[in-house]
Structures are given as structure tokens and as C-alpha cells.
């Protein structure tokens, strides 16, 4: 009897050990479950180009995107490099100066709501994101002007959001940019 009642305590003791280690490996495949769910849905809500972020309610006051320096520059390591803001219903500057040839480095970004950027013929096509700081690098060939519209709904001045990029020629950039330490168009 006395037997009997010990072999049926320890199934007992071992369903109850059961119980316990199917709960821990229950809970670790919950957290696995609702981890998985939780970056999937917060990677898929934020923009492919978010590596750098940047506070749009300051970018007047200080930073890469005050007025001062907008438009073209060559950086220390003597890379051409455009910054430029977009807002409703402009791009700031309205029209960029890119030498032809060259490898030019874009930084933009947008102070409200997303735009959209794009430059006509070519591979160029991103969209600006308040928050983050769109990085590309571009090389445009042939001389003239292109134009480069807004392509994303941003409001009622969406349609009238233009800006235009003026190729100018490899040495006709080194004379501008002697000249001045952000160039522009006019
Ligand atoms: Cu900006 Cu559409």
C-alpha cells in the first residue's frame, strides 16, 4: 500500500516537473513569437534609408541643413557634395549646380512632411523623410539642365513642387566653387 502510494507521488512529482519545463519552453516560444512580431512590424514602418537620423524641428538653427549650407560644397576629402532641404512646396536651393562627370554625393532631407526626389532621365529617385537623412551618391553625364519634381503627394503645392539641376562642365564647377564655398544656380 505504502508502496503503491509512493510510485503514484513520484509520477506526480514527475508530471508536475513536466508541467513546469513545457510552461518555460511555452513562455521562451511566446517571447521568440511576439519578438519576430514586433521587428517586423517596426522595421517595416520605417524607411529603408534610416541609417542616419536627423531632428526636423532644428534643422534651421543647426546642423548640415542650415541655409548657409545648402546647395553644393566640396568636403575635406575633396568629395562634391549637394545638401539639400525640401518643404512644402520647394526644394531649397531651387536649382542645384553638379559638375558633369563626377561622382557627387546627395544629402537631403525633408522639414516636414515626405517628398519625393527625382531627376529626370536618370537613375536618381529617392524619397526625403522628415526624421532621416537620405544619403546616394550620383554621376550625371551630359551638360544642360534637368528638371527634378517632388514625385510624392505632399499637399495642395505638390504639382508646383519643381526644382531643376544644371550640369555644368568639370572646369566651369572648379571656377564656381573657388569662388564661393556653396554654389547654386544664380
Ligand atoms: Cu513635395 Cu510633392
Keep these: ?38 521587428t517586423t512590424i517596426h522595421w517595416s514602418t520605417m524607411p529603408p534609408s534610416r541609417v542616419e537620423v536627423v531632428d526636423p524641428a532644428t534643422l534651421h538653427q543647426s546642423g548640415e541643413f542650415v541655409e548657409s549650407n545648402l546647395g553644393t560644397g566640396v568636403d575635406q576629402r575633396n568629395r562634391v557634395v549637394v545638401h539639400l532641404l525640401a518643404e512644402q512646396y520647394s526644394f531649397n536651393p531651387r536649382c542645384l549646380v553638379v559638375p558633369e562627370g563626377v561622382s557627387v554625393t546627395v544629402r537631403a532631407t525633408s522639414a516636414d512632411v515626405v517628398h519625393g526626389f527625382q531627376i529626370l532621365g536618370t537613375n536618381v529617385n529617392t524619397m526625403l523623410i522628415p526624421g532621416y537623412v537620405s544619403t546616394f551618391v550620383m554621376t550625371l553625364n551630359g551638360v544642360g539642365e534637368r528638371a527634378m519634381p517632388c514625385h510624392e503627394f505632399c499637399g495642395v503645392g505638390h504639382a508646383a513642387m519643381w526644382a531643376t539641376v544644371r550640369v555644368v562642365p568639370r572646369t566651369e564647377f572648379e571656377t564656381l566653387i573657388r569662388e564661393k564655398r556653396r554654389v547654386s544656380c544664380g
Design 1 to 38: 500500500m505504502s508502496e503503491q502510494s509512493e510510485a503514484r507521488s513520484s509520477a506526480e512529482v514527475a508530471a508536475h516537473v513536466e508541467l513546469h519545463w513545457t510552461m518555460a519552453v511555452g513562455v521562451i516560444v511566446v517571447l521568440l513569437l511576439a519578438i519576430i512580431t514586433f
